[in-house]
């Protein structure tokens, strides 16, 4: 038998290699996705990039209210099935019911388009409704068959289809703006620079995924078993109430820059403030990577030592790896300012406040899955609830005064929020042994460089690289230093993946 120290370890390098299996895929594709916008801010306005901003928040909105929270219920209940015939009763309930509601909100948006446009402020535009409408029904269609591959770990098929659908898009989005042009001057819109042209290319690569995706699920069709459904979505229904909260912290900020600055400069800011959060993609990404690793590695099954002390550890590398890649952004911000065009660079300033809450965002995921393990998702709703209070209430209050300087330390302020209410009922409910000290440490040890960091602003170019690369180099020692990470085998389970 081994130790407990070893079982510990043998954990960790398995999410370890998960995290990067899945990581390393899905960064490509997220990646490429990302390189759109260097491209769309170097030729579109502040506004009209401010409405491809206010266009996409609104999706993963919808996302998490049509797929029902049925993803966790699918990771859960599949990694407790003991047989592949009733994980594939399980996939075929999940994804039917959260096809039919995609397809109940397609008809009803359709239905109302021009309406909805109207309240939105594109009366004159009511085509963008019903192309973003199509292409989160296309989205929530294909959420489950992704979580599917995610389960199943087939990350191979999982990134060779997010990459294709990807490339699409990309290819689409550079016919539209750089191809058609040259070829007619009677495109489908009015102005060769206008928005919508993202979404058409976004509903064309939609579309390709789902028939890309169609082959990979066995032959099964979505198939509704009402008591299945139903047990399913007792779990979920508390986490789905948490996603829509959650989601509703993350992304109405945009929605409140946009009707609480005044109409003529609202899509200007929203555009500089969209654009700047997409500088710290890197950050993002770990957080969202970590998640689709950890997400099915933690719900599985688990016996309650393993899984506390596992999640401990867990924490402590996810808050190794954010400082480190929080200081390699910010030591090198003006190079990362050359993602965005010129006219957004103003808004630089609030980067450092956007990874912070990018870094929050990770220590609240790490906290959420002793309750989702468990099935007590009640919790989720405290959790993410408070959140959204404080998000609408610091927007309210800052936006106004700030502009989307507020919404950034709104945001903050939220995510900070989240991880004292979560951090509060794991204490009471399931103690965790997390390394406070530890974590401190790194904190303060990325504070302290990203302070000197400032002292180098004078230097010459090369030289000021030189020493924040130094900078760099010295925490990344100081961490393997401290938790005696041996690189070269760590490297080698990933790449074996045991």
Request: a positive charge; charged letters at 15%.
């Amino acid at each position: 038998m081994p130790s407990s120290q070893t079982f510990e370890g043998m954990l960790l390098k398995k999410l370890a290699g998960q995290t990067a299996i899945y990581g390393i895929s899905s960064i490509v594709a997220r990646l490429l996705n990302y390189l759109l916008t260097p491209y769309l801010t170097y030729f579109m306005t502040q506004a009209q990039y401010g409405v491809v901003t206010d266009m996409y928040a609104l999706a993963p909105f919808l996302l998490v209210l049509l797929t029902l929270g049925m993803d966790s219920g699918y990771f859960r209940f599949a990694g407790h099935a003991a047989t592949q015939q009733e994980k594939d009763r399980i996939f075929a309930t999940t994804w039917g019911a959260v096809s039919l509601a995609a397809l109940l909100f397609l008809g009803i948006t359709l239905l109302f388009n021009n309406d909805i446009a109207a309240i939105m402020r594109y009366g004159d535009r009511p085509s963008y409704v019903w192309l973003i409408a199509s292409i989160i029904t296309l989205d929530v269609i294909t959420s489950i068959p992704f979580d599917r591959l995610r389960q199943e770990g087939r990350a191979a098929h999982f990134v060779v289809v997010r990459v294709i659908s990807v490339l699409i898009n990309i290819a689409f989005c550079v016919f539209f703006y750089s191809g058609l042009p040259r070829i007619t001057s009677a495109g489908l819109f009015p102005d060769p620079t206008d928005p919508g042209y993202t979404l058409v290319a976004n509903l064309i690569a939609s579309g390709a995924t789902l028939l890309i995706l169609l082959p990979s699920c066995g032959g099964i069709a979505p198939r509704i078993d009402r008591q299945l459904l139903r047990k399913i979505f007792l779990y979920s229904l508390p986490l789905l109430i948490s996603g829509i909260a959650g989601m509703g912290t993350q992304f109405i900020d945009r929605q409140m820059l946009k009707y609480l600055l005044p109409a003529d400069t609202s899509l200007e800011a929203l555009g500089i403030y969209g654009a700047i959060t997409k500088i710290g993609v890197i950050l993002y990404l770990f957080t969202q990577m970590y998640r689709m690793a950890a997400e099915p590695f933690f719900l599985a099954s688990f016996k309650k030592e393993d899984f506390v002390r596992t999640n401990a550890e867990a924490l402590k590398y996810f808050m190794i790896v954010s400082v480190a890649i929080f200081l390699g952004i910010e030591l090198f911000a003006d190079l990362f300012a050359l993602f965005v065009g010129p006219e957004f660079r103003e808004g630089m300033f609030i980067l450092p406040v956007v990874l912070g809450s990018y870094v929050l965002s990770g220590v609240w995921l790490n906290l959420s899955f002793w309750y989702k393990q468990s099935g007590q998702t009640r919790f989720a709703i405290y959790v993410t609830g408070t959140g959204l209070l404080i998000t609408l209430l610091a927007n309210w209050l800052l936006v106004p005064r700030l502009g989307y300087y507020g919404s950034a330390w709104a945001r903050f302020a939220s995510e900070a929020a989240m991880v004292a209410v979560s951090y509060y009922l794991n204490r009471k409910y399931c103690p965790t042994p997390y390394d406070l000290r530890r974590i401190g440490l790194y904190v303060l040890a990325g504070a302290v460089l990203y302070g000197i960091g400032f002292a180098t602003e004078k230097l010459p170019a090369v030289a000021h690289y030189a020493c924040n690369a130094i900078l760099l180099g010295l925490f990344v020692l100081f961490a393997a230093h401290t938790e005696r990470i041996d690189l070269r085998a760590l490297v080698r389970s990933i790449v074996k993946r045991k």
